[in-house]
């Protein structure tokens, strides 16, 4: 069992439609949390970090569960914009000797 | 803003050749970490220096070493190249100094093809 796993995808929905992604980590230890999006052949570009209390970003939306170790990314009102792989990732602590887990991130097309 | 820079950004070796991939941090970030990321695959961590110390290590090959330099850029140095080497490499950086130190934010990436 990997260490963060993500919702298979991928996902194919209409613009203007609502989506949502999960992502669960097996380490209760792990302290910080992100989504990433990573357009083909580039680079990750951090969208959101995610807090306890949750966050909102204009459209996006991400929670953090504790208890069942588990985060999501809501996107309201989707745009064609928005395809691209969204990487879950989580760190074990908050120094630079943190061990960073990458998901295998969940493919998100929006058609028009 | 300035950015994570990585050179080269294409690179062709044969089998058995060795290669150097540099990353260059944004400016002030301390951290530096080494991806390596498979066709259809998820980046893996590979390694990670703070302050030119290594800091972490992940699944870095024993014919992979990398060090950062006193200007914090970083160098992920490659030896008996495998086919299986062929990768998108990305170096991301980050900083400890403020707001969340593990926050990474990644360069363009370096791809490697091995013939």
């Known amino acids: 069992r990997k260490e963060v796993e993500q919702d298979p995808g991928p996902f194919n929905v209409p613009e203007g439609a609502t989506v949502a992604f999960n992502c669960t980590y097996s380490?209760?230890?792990?302290?910080?949390f992100f989504w990433y999006r990573q357009d083909c052949r580039k680079e990750p570009k951090l969208l959101m970090s995610?807090?306890?209390s949750g966050n909102e970003d204009g459209r996006f939306t991400a929670q953090l569960n504790r208890a069942s170790q588990y985060i999501s990314l809501l996107i309201r009102d989707s745009k064609l914009s928005d395809s691209a792989t969204y990487l879950c990732?989580?760190?074990?602590?908050?120094?630079?000797?943190?061990?960073?887990?990458f998901g295998s991130g969940t493919r998100l097309s929006i058609r028009p | 803003a300035a950015g994570v820079i990585q050179s080269p950004r294409h690179l062709i070796k044969e089998k058995r050749e060795t290669a150097t991939l540099k990353c260059y941090p944004i400016?002030?970030?301390?951290?530096v970490y080494w991806y390596q990321q498979g066709p259809g695959q998820d980046p893996q961590f590979l390694i990670s220096?703070?302050?030119?110390?290594?800091?972490d290590k992940g699944s870095i090959p024993d014919r992979f070493s990398a060090q950062q330099f006193s200007d914090y850029h970083s160098e992920l140095n490659m030896s008996s190249l495998e086919l299986g080497d062929s990768a998108l490499y990305f170096c991301?950086?980050?900083?400890?100094?403020?707001?969340?130190?593990?926050?990474?934010?990644f360069g363009p990436g370096t791809r490697l093809t091995v013939l």
């Open positions: 991301a950086s980050s900083s400890t100094s403020g707001g969340r130190p593990d926050t990474q934010y």
């Open positions: 380490n209760s230890a792990s302290q910080s």
């Open positions: 995610v807090y306890s």
């Open positions: 990732v989580v760190s074990s602590g908050y120094s630079s000797a943190s061990k960073i887990i």
């Open positions: 400016p002030r970030h301390d951290t």
């Open positions: 220096f703070y302050e030119k110390m290594q800091s």
